[in-house]
């Protein structure tokens, strides 16, 4: 390992700056849990284990009439996770907002913020399944409205400004995730972090809205 490289367990590595003037650049290492049918019960041992190797964070993904391990549900996934660990944080990547009342997802969060002492991130996304659009009624053509939207309704709750109870107690920060040249600026306008899949094609700020 060269020697402006420093480990610190396979949660974070220190990346020496590139201009030389001796800042420090911490990336952190996570894992993105994968949750199948038969396997439910696995998924609290294993971000467990992955709290004591070190890891930063877990990650829980959502989807709908699919196996692909994603979770129908995963606020209730990430309560069960925050509680059986101490220091990891636990995110979504990503609920589907538009799915969802932001009012009731406001609530919940809060409640996972409380509970885990600060750490559960809340990370949010369009989504783009036809079939799960379909599934929940929802007007799919509305689905970027309906996510910046929706986390306005949920800063304003935690904010105090509907009477919303409870509130988080911590910097409890809003994840958003894009991938197109709109759904990043959206990601950059609304939110506090971006989250990325991947990206397989070269994106220009020209692009898109």
Not at 60 to 82: T, W, Y
Request: some cysteine.
């Amino acid at each position: 390992m060269p020697a402006e490289h420093e480990w610190r367990g396979a949660s974070a590595l220190d990346c020496g700056s590139a201009g030389g003037d001796g800042g420090w650049v911490t990336v952190e290492f996570g894992v993105l849990v994968d949750v199948r049918d038969d396997r439910y019960g696995d998924v609290g041992d294993e971000v467990v284990r992955a709290e004591r190797l070190g890891f930063a964070s877990a990650w829980l993904s959502e989807h709908h009439l699919a196996r692909d391990g994603a979770l129908p549900s995963p606020l209730v996934m990430a309560g069960v996770l925050l509680g059986r660990t101490r220091q990891i944080r636990v995110g979504t990547n990503v609920l589907v907002l538009p799915f969802r009342h932001p009012v009731q997802v406001a609530e919940e969060a809060a409640v996972l913020d409380l509970v885990s002492g600060g750490r559960f991130v809340l990370g949010v996304g369009q989504g783009y399944s036809e079939r799960e659009f379909e599934l929940f009624g929802v007007d799919r053509r509305q689905r970027g409205r309906s996510l910046g939207e929706g986390v306005g309704v949920i800063r304003r709750a935690w904010a105090g400004e509907s009477g919303v109870t409870p509130r988080p107690a911590h910097d409890l920060p809003i994840y958003v995730a894009g991938v197109t040249a709109a759904g990043l600026k959206r990601a950059a306008r609304v939110g506090d972090g971006l989250l990325v899949y991947s990206l397989r094609r070269r994106i220009s700020w020209r692009d898109g809205d």
